[in-house]
């Protein structure tokens, strides 16, 4: 595959997957001591990370859970934050501002404990965060839901949301061969559709369910930010609200098929799709998920999502493009 | 002002507000019955105008509010969703499919009380609501949030979390000659913006605070569906992690400013797009409030803005584009 190192990714998922029991230890102790309700906070790619846990939370758990961004939560504040929250953060760098400063005010206004994704417990999000979770690489999202997923699932466990833990975190053990695999499968499709349209004038992009968030960060982390290529993303379930009447012959659409319950939706796009679309790409998630279970399977699909689309599309789209994905203009260049 | 009769338009503003009262005497009825939360429940436009609320209510209160939409509710479910939930929908046609499917599926396995804004009690929706939000006219979603104000604040006052309410009552009655005001200062600035931008291939919409569903609105339900121009809708907060990149010399830009605590974040925006913009529109709803209170401006301000931005600029887009905003290819000409 290209640019591809099998070995090193292998080695890594193993490590991520390894801490997932050292989650799980950390909602017992959570659990003990108690807490009121979860607040996922973060900006960009990590809050569109954590709107995946918010809607399973909706279908699974009573437990009120919140992804609320950075920004934003220490301007308006939310009156269902309080002393006994538990607050769930993520910078991979450890030192974006709005995540830095939001852990902050909750620190000096609330006192609640914070449990943060970050790689160093040295950066500034690590000094002022309780829990660590750990994050064994940089790149790769499908290694920050793997971050995640021990104390999300173990807090849920003991909540009695949860009984088929064991059986989750066996399914897991599966991911260095099935993602591995999902690439290899996608490979091709991905050099073929970046070759298609690289050089489109805008790009939409729909999906929605427990993928929601992996189509609104790849359209904008990945294409917006890396490729500087124009994107909507829009759910499945509000494109019959508006954004079909873009649909033409010239328009360019892609649509990403969830797997968990609002899948429907996804149908009635595709078939919507097929009829009037002329430039039209679906990737079903599904396609790529080998054998893991049906039950687990709207938990597990953004990371075979992230490893698809992130893992192999954005590489063929920096390859075509010749627009090096780690090119910014001004994103960290300087102030602003 | 062209293409606006103020005769008409005070007439049905008036008679709009004057149901403020029957919302807060429905507001009366089911606080004393009781409710276990409130869950806004709708599509496009209708869950985009809803959107507000949910803002308003992270910082206002502690009753626990969810905008939800209704395609995916009815197959995800909500764990919080209980026989004691009130839900608060909207049809302004009565007839929207999922609405209806979504109102139906409540009754059947909740037995929830709905209240709903629609325009005719014998509409589907209508007949499955059990307490009628008045709406006045079809067109103009100014209405739409006056038609739901009186319940959602009559509740938030029951709960004591507005004791304001008479106050706000009173402000209400300056609505008619402010909105005719806003609108005949945005005339002039609303021409132009439509005279130079009718033609672009893409317009990228900032907004956020109360004023984030007015933008998901403006872009998707106006441009989208009823102009058929391709538009990218993102939050003043989320602009800075990915779209950003996108702006430069050829990129058309608008910016809305809302008013309330999360203004700080427009700013920011704003200062970037002063410094690396070259097409760029800022609309400071601000500027088009009169002498509302300070107090009130927060909950007013998308009132406000909807009534320049479709009750003015999609007004010239037309007019520019010759595109009658009345006109759709697919949404609602047969079935998909």
């Known amino acids: 595959m290209y640019n591809f190192n099998e070995a090193e990714y292998r080695t890594n998922l193993t490590r991520q997957i ?3 029991g050292q989650g799980v230890e950390l909602a017992k102790e959570i659990t003990k001591d108690g807490y009121s309700n979860i607040f996922f ?12 846990f918010e809607e399973i939370a909706k279908q699974l758990t009573t437990i009120p859970v919140y992804a609320e961004q950075a920004g934003e939560i220490v301007l308006t504040g939310h009156r269902h934050l309080n002393r006994d929250s538990l607050i769930i953060m993520g910078s991979k760098s450890g030192d974006t501002k709005e995540t830095v400063a939001a852990a902050k005010w909750i620190k000096d206004n609330y006192g609640c404990r914070i449990a943060s994704m970050v790689i160093s417990k040295e950066s500034p999000l690590g000094r002022l965060t309780d829990y660590q979770l750990p994050l064994v690489v940089f790149k790769g999202v499908e290694y920050e839901y793997l971050s995640v997923f021990g104390l999300f699932y173990g807090l849920l466990h003991l909540h009695n949301d949860f009984p088929q833990i064991n059986a989750f975190e066996e399914q897991l053990k599966k991911l260095p061969d099935l993602l591995v695999a999902a690439q290899a499968k996608f490979d091709a499709p ?4 970046a070759a298609r349209y690289y050089q489109s004038p805008y790009l939409m992009w729909i999906g929605g369910g427990e993928l929601w968030g992996e189509i609104y960060l790849f359209t904008m982390c990945i294409l917006e930010e890396m490729q500087w290529m124009k994107t909507k993303s829009i759910k499945s379930s509000e494109f019959f609200h508006g954004t079909l009447e873009l649909v033409d012959e010239n328009t360019d659409v892609f649509l990403v098929k969830s797997v968990g319950a609002a899948r429907a939706l996804d149908d009635r796009v595709e078939r919507f799709l097929n ?5 039209v790409v679906i990737i079903d998630i599904k396609d790529y998920m080998g054998d893991i279970d049906d039950a687990f399977a709207p938990i597990l699909a953004p990371v075979f999502s992230t490893a698809v689309l992130n893992g192999r599309l954005s590489k063929y789209f920096e390859k075509n493009t010749g627009h090096d994905l780690n090119m910014r203009r001004y994103y ?3 102030d602003y």
């Open 18 to 20: 390894d801490t997932f």
């Open 332 to 334: 960290r260049q300087f």
């Open 275 to 279: 009829q009037y679309g002329k430039n």
């Open 41 to 52: 906070i973060a900006v960009g790619g990590t809050v569109a990370m954590m709107m995946h």
């Open 190 to 193: 991905a050099a073929k559709i």
